[in-house]
């Protein structure tokens, strides 16, 4: 179907809002599809426009829907309207719908709004909350699902709203602790030629959860609450073996994880517990030929109840707007490597970055 110039309500939602949902709905038995479709596929045309981030696919009474989530959901409340008002045998006009649509779209549009101003956590006078909708359905995500995974580039407030979300968790009694976790996987180096002890050689790819944990909780708190084992900051080979019960976990930079640790690191799910998984799958530091765990992970665990993939992008950069010209530059390099490679039949992968 094309969108046509008549379609004038639109959901201008972030440009970030990623095709990561999928749905079918059915027009039922007894129902004639032109009732829904009007005429030359007028109504659905209007509704098409007033969507433009879903991608629609009809096969005679189903209807195939791509896109945001949260669109989705909108425009399946929708149809069942349509439903129940051509059932009543009332002629669906096209001001209606129009009129439907926008009504619709406004109130997904306040929702977002609010989203957005609502704290994630207000501690030492600092406030965190959303600064993007792609932001704010990540934080919506970690509310409604056991497990989460939040895939994205660099500066999308990935692991801080996470982070975030773990500590009013604790403060809230809603857990007893948080696990937080890396691999002690390295661009280019090795531990055993790092210099010091193995804390020490760890220590660095922990530093970034020590100073977000330091924005978020008291300076005297801090050293209290690791020491009483509330808080927990450690490499990802020591979580092997273990089941974490009353805990909220977050496992950062999950692109260096091999296929083996994401699973061993998923199976340590725990009652009362919650897990968010971070990374950036073109920041991959593992060794040539192996493939990242966040990548296959996506391939098994997709469309699991109670597991949700949200995708962040350049949109939700939280930097310097650099960063987010960077990354879509990079994007654009990708696609032609991936093109180039294609033309001349080479099959080997990108070398790292």
């Known amino acids: 179907m094309t969108q046509t110039p008549?379609?004038?309500?639109?959901?201008?939602?972030?440009?970030?809002?990623?095709?990561?949902?999928?749905s079918t709905i059915t027009i039922p038995e007894g129902l004639d599809p032109v009732l829904i479709y009007g005429l030359n596929d007028q109504i659905l045309k209007i509704i098409e426009g007033g969507?433009?981030?879903?991608?629609?696919?009809?096969?005679?009474?189903?209807?195939r829907l791509s896109g945001p989530s949260a669109q989705i959901e909108v425009i399946e409340e929708l149809f069942q309207e349509l439903f129940t008002?051509?059932?009543?045998?009332?002629?669906?006009?096209?001001?209606?719908?129009?009129?439907?649509?926008?009504?619709?779209?406004?109130?997904?549009?306040?929702?977002?709004?609010?989203?957005?101003?609502?704290?994630?956590?207000?501690?030492?006078?600092?406030?965190?909350?959303?600064?993007?909708?792609?932001?704010?359905?990540?934080?919506?995500?970690?509310?409604?699902?056991?497990?989460?995974?939040?895939?994205?580039?660099a500066g999308t407030g990935k692991t801080y709203l996470a982070m975030a979300k773990a500590v009013r968790a604790l403060l809230g009694g809603q857990v007893r602790r948080i696990v937080?976790?890396?691999?002690?996987?390295?661009?280019?180096?090795?531990?055993g030629f790092l210099p010091g002890s193995l804390t020490e050689k760890i220590d660095p790819y922990l530093r970034p959860l020590y100073d977000a944990l330091h924005d978020m909780l008291d300076e005297e708190a801090l050293p209290k609450l690791m020491a009483a084992g509330t808080i927990e900051v450690a490499p990802l080979a020591y979580m092997r073996g273990r089941t974490l019960n009353d805990s909220f976990i977050i496992l950062d930079e999950a692109q260096n994880t091999t296929p083996q640790q994401m699973?061993?690191?998923?199976?340590?799910?725990?009652?009362?517990?919650?897990?968010?998984?971070?990374?950036?799958?073109s920041q991959v530091d593992l060794p040539k030929g192996v493939r990242s765990g966040?990548?296959?992970?996506?391939?098994?665990?997709?469309?699991?109840?109670?597991?949700?993939?949200v995708r962040l992008g350049s949109g939700d950069v939280v930097r310097h707007e650099l960063v987010s010209q960077i990354i879509d530059a990079y994007d654009r390099w990708d696609q032609a490597e991936a093109q180039h490679h294609q033309r001349g039949g080479h099959k080997e992968g990108k070398g790292k970055r």
């Open 85 to 153: 008002v051509a059932r009543s045998g009332t002629p669906l006009g096209a001001a209606a719908v129009s009129h439907a649509v926008s009504l619709l779209t406004a109130a997904a549009q306040a929702n977002a709004s609010e989203a957005l101003s609502d704290d994630v956590l207000s501690i030492r006078g600092k406030r965190i909350r959303p600064k993007s909708n792609g932001q704010a359905r990540y934080v919506e995500a970690i509310d409604e699902h056991t497990v989460v995974f939040g895939i994205g580039p």
């Open 263 to 281: 699973k061993m690191f998923l199976t340590r799910l725990g009652f009362n517990s919650k897990v968010v998984v971070t990374g950036d799958t």
């Open 294 to 309: 966040l990548q296959v992970v996506q391939e098994v665990l997709e469309g699991v109840d109670g597991i949700e993939f």
């Open 51 to 63: 969507f433009p981030q879903v991608k629609f696919v009809t096969r005679g009474p189903e209807i």
């Open 6 to 22: 008549q379609s004038k309500p639109q959901a201008q939602l972030h440009p970030t809002e990623t095709w990561h949902h999928s």
């Open 180 to 191: 937080l976790t890396r691999p002690a996987v390295e661009a280019g180096e090795s531990l």
